[in-house]
DNA sequence: TTGAAAGCGTTACCAC
DNA sequence: GTGGTAACGCTTTCAA
């Protein structure tokens, strides 16, 4: 293994020399700086980022910790960051996160310069011991899909969310509407589903509309458990028209459930879902476009400004824009609802 | 920051028994133990990894280069790779890959035991010189889902996948039959797809039928272009009854392209496509499914075994079974054709 | 502009 | 069993 002596060595220079190369400090002389660059091209020397890392304090690496497996979206923000971390000159890190034990773990492991240069929280809300001890490490942070005192957030305006999808079912005519989402009390803290249903209960009642009980159900994010409650609630003599559902994971689910049952979307079931993730597209779902690349990139980016320009970022919120997309999964209601 | 030395003097021991505690030597006395393991509890500790690499030689982290944006499958085996390492003591840096470029970075720079203690490479056949290197730089290799000389890989057979894909459309009566996959010369040279097209040219000659030239198109492993690949197949006055992709991907394009066209799959078309990627459970498609968070976890577990052992894997070879999955893609042939 | 040398926080070898 | 002390390979200060 070649070290920076040997190239020291070879130029016949100080090691301080070639490290200044190296880091291209301006204070050295061109003719010395070629000497030594042509050393490192006739040895093949790569500095050792160990040794680099544990010299300068920190370790040109950048943590991303991710629910990799529960949600479809984390997938596709994860590919933004990649993306963003692509031409950058630090290494991603990935965390992956199934438990709150592991969650907590890597927040505590995490906060420490040696570990990562900067770290990245996507869809995880740290409980508030975590979050002080994040705020505090010096270690710059952003969350991606959550928010927290005192830590900048790239996010999305889930309530708005909510409200667009059951804003376009009720222009469409629909007045029974039902809702699909996560369990509130899912484990890892999740808010977007209940956040997209306050958007839903929201626009329900500002249309005068009540939301009956067995009209909003709540199971793991998961499309079999989608399936199941949606057979449940189509079982019922009088069905609502309409679901929308808290992912389009979960809306998938909710698609098969309908075809099961014999229903025809959107004739007899309008369906709407939430992210627009790839398979939205070809299954022709009408959601709650969100960019969800993007937003991964961003939060990448703001990361590596905040690095770059060594100084914290405040508390604040980006904001990406949603939008609707209305495909062949959304129609007006084929029959009056009982009501009428 | 507290150091291995403050635990040393809380403790009143020197730094070589912490060191000897927290890599659980036996050569430690209960009582002294004890009294460590306090001092590293109250103080809470942590041992910098960047020092404990430089000194040991390595770096308790795991590389895995995989082509994130191109496949489907890959994340899918990269989630398999990922549960695999969960339990490991090895973090894991994502080196994504793009183009030969990218990738030759990443071969040269990762064999080196300063950067990664192990690397699992994902569906990217190195080139023989990164092979040479790769296979006598020391750091453990697992190739998954490509083959080089000299090294361990977790392979598909995805020759008999095509026959598999091929003998089922024969079995149905199919004549005209069809393929659709990436070109031959990618730049990443992905090789799984003209794998396939090889069990599919052989089985349809072993059955003596002609393949002709119109009937195998190629282009880059995107939704979008298999459809209009396939549309311009479709178009032709006699069109092939069945066709085969090489990935689920793209046999959802081709679904895409016969909708559009105004045929019915599986009456006016029958379709096959390769992976069993989520989507496609979704989507009706029968095809070939191959294990992929399999394969992607029982790669990782081979690295982690040769980590354990500390000698390298040979050239050995871990094949995962292919299934055929049969949904509602495929039938018989409404017409019989032209030729018959 | 440069070299020498002192860290950075561990591990591992060598005495005791 | 345990403490002292070289490494490990780099960056950075201090002198010159």
Redesign the interface.
């Known amino acids: 293994?070649v070290t920076i002596a040997d190239v020291a060595a070879h130029a016949g220079v100080g090691a301080g020399t070639v490290s200044r190369v190296l880091n291209d400090s301006p204070q050295v002389s061109e003719s010395t700086r070629a000497r030594v660059l042509a050393a490192i091209e006739v040895l093949d020397y790569?500095p050792?980022?160990?040794?680099r890392?544990?010299s300068r304090g920190r370790?040109q690496?950048l943590g991303v910790v991710v629910p990799?497996?529960t949600h479809?979206s984390a997938?596709e923000r994860l590919?933004g960051v990649?993306?963003a971390l692509?031409k950058s000159l630090y290494?991603?890190?990935?965390?992956?996160v199934?438990s709150p034990v592991h969650r907590d773990e890597h927040f505590t492991?995490l906060t420490?310069r040696?570990?990562a240069d900067g770290l990245l929280i996507m869809s995880l809300p740290p409980p508030p011991a975590s979050l002080h001890r994040l705020a505090t490490s010096g270690v710059p942070i952003v969350l991606l899909d959550s928010r927290g005192a005192g830590v900048p957030a790239v996010v999305t305006d889930d309530v708005e969310g909510g409200r667009l999808a059951t804003r376009h079912l009720l222009d469409l005519g629909h007045e029974r509407i039902a809702f699909l989402g996560d369990e509130p009390g899912n484990p890892l803290g999740f808010t977007s589903s209940s956040a997209r249903e306050a958007g839903y209960r929201e626009t329900m009642e500002s249309a005068g509309l009540a939301v009956r009980p067995g009209d909003v159900r709540h199971g793991p994010h998961v499309?079999a458990v989608a399936r199941d409650l949606t057979r449940a609630m189509l079982a019922a003599p009088d069905r609502p028209t309409a679901i929308f559902a808290a992912s389009d994971t979960q809306a998938?689910g909710v698609l098969?459930a309908a075809r099961a049952a014999g229903l025809t979307v959107p004739r007899d079931l309008s369906v709407v879902g939430f992210d627009d993730v790839?398979?939205s597209s070809?299954?022709g779902l009408t959601t709650v476009r969100q960019p969800l690349f993007e937003s991964g990139r961003r939060a990448a980016e703001l990361l590596l400004e905040s690095l770059a320009a060594e100084e914290p970022l405040g508390e604040a919120e980006y904001q990406l824009d949603l939008e609707l997309v209305v495909r062949s999964t959304t129609a007006a209601p084929a029959t009056t609802p009982a009501a009428g």
Chains 1, 2 share one sequence.
Do not use: H, I, K, Q
């Open positions: 293994m790569r050792n980022p160990l040794a890392g544990l370790c690496t990799f497996f479809a997938v590919r990649v993306a692509d290494d991603l890190v990935l965390f992956n199934e492991t420490r040696d570990r499309r998938l098969e790839e398979v070809y299954a």
